[in-house]
């Protein structure tokens, strides 16, 4: 990939949470040396860089969604729109990723049928959390594995769907250990995972739906 374009911003009500998503992901690409050009910045991408940005890509690249949303949009703290399903045309050629809650129910999909590569994302509202930083980090790490791996090469969606659910599994028996009330909203989110791939026209989605 070459480019990747990060949409973050700070919450009322998870604070810094969306932030921490992308602390942790700069980290791992500066720690595996990755060349990639991160643009926007955090609370600083409104719809207009946006699509300014955008418009400067046309392959080979990643929009990341630390943000909230809902079945039709990618939405910033004031709840304005910044990516809407009828819009899904300006993503020609790009992976999606995004943990918007239920951004895989109509927005992922026109994205793929508008022939986005790849869209991983939540068919259901999920879950981030505030508290001690030990428990939050099991919910970062597991809303980025995924991303982490499209970054390391894994692009295939069956194989990336089977490793990051394994992953949200085993983050969940740790849950269980740690602070068992807070489990089953990882396991939430874990059964809202989707992925869509669409290759050469050929339309995948795991788990099939």
């Given at each position: 990939?070459n480019d990747l374009v990060l949409i973050s911003y700070t919450d009322?009500?998870?604070?810094?949470?969306?932030?921490?998503?992308?602390?942790?992901?700069?980290?791992?690409i500066e720690h595996k040396d990755i060349s990639i050009r991160i643009?926007?910045?955090?609370?600083?991408?409104?719809?207009?860089?946006?699509?300014?940005?955008?418009?400067?890509?046309?392959?080979?690249?990643?929009?990341?969604?630390?943000?909230?949303?809902?079945?039709?949009?990618?939405?910033?703290?004031?709840?304005?729109?910044?990516?809407?399903?009828?819009?899904?045309?300006?993503?020609?050629?790009?992976?999606?990723?995004?943990?918007?809650?239920?951004?895989?129910?109509?927005?992922?999909?026109?994205?793929?049928?508008?022939?986005?590569?790849?869209?991983?994302?939540?068919?259901?509202?999920?879950?981030?959390?505030?508290?001690?930083?030990?428990?939050?980090?099991?919910?970062?790490?597991?809303?980025?594995?995924?991303?982490?791996?499209?970054?390391?090469?894994?692009?295939?969606?069956?194989?990336?769907?089977?490793?990051?659910?394994?992953?949200?599994?085993?983050?969940?028996?740790?849950?269980?250990?740690?602070?068992?009330?807070?489990?089953?909203?990882?396991?939430?989110?874990?059964?809202?995972?989707?992925?869509?791939?669409?290759?050469?026209?050929?339309?995948?989605?795991?788990?099939?739906?």
């Open positions: 990939m009322s009500l998870l604070g810094n949470y969306f932030k921490s998503c992308r602390d942790d992901l700069k980290h791992f643009h926007c910045d955090h609370d600083g991408c409104k719809k207009q860089v946006l699509e300014e940005t955008i418009c400067d890509l046309s392959d080979n690249y990643i929009v990341v969604a630390f943000t909230h949303g809902n079945e039709n949009a990618v939405i910033d703290q004031n709840t304005t729109e910044l990516i809407h399903k009828t819009e899904s045309g300006n993503y020609h050629n790009a992976i999606f990723y995004s943990i918007a809650c239920s951004n895989a129910s109509s927005l992922g999909k026109e994205l793929i049928n508008y022939s986005s590569k790849l869209f991983f994302g939540y068919n259901q509202d999920t879950h981030g959390i505030q508290g001690p930083q030990n428990l939050v980090k099991i919910f970062i790490e597991s809303e980025n594995f995924a991303l982490k791996r499209i970054l390391s090469g894994i692009t295939d969606g069956k194989a990336l769907y089977e490793e990051t659910y394994t992953f949200f599994t085993q983050k969940i028996e740790t849950l269980k250990e740690e602070n068992k009330l807070l489990a089953p909203l990882l396991l939430h989110n874990r059964e809202a995972m989707q992925i869509y791939t669409n290759e050469n026209g050929n339309k995948k989605s795991f788990p099939e739906i």
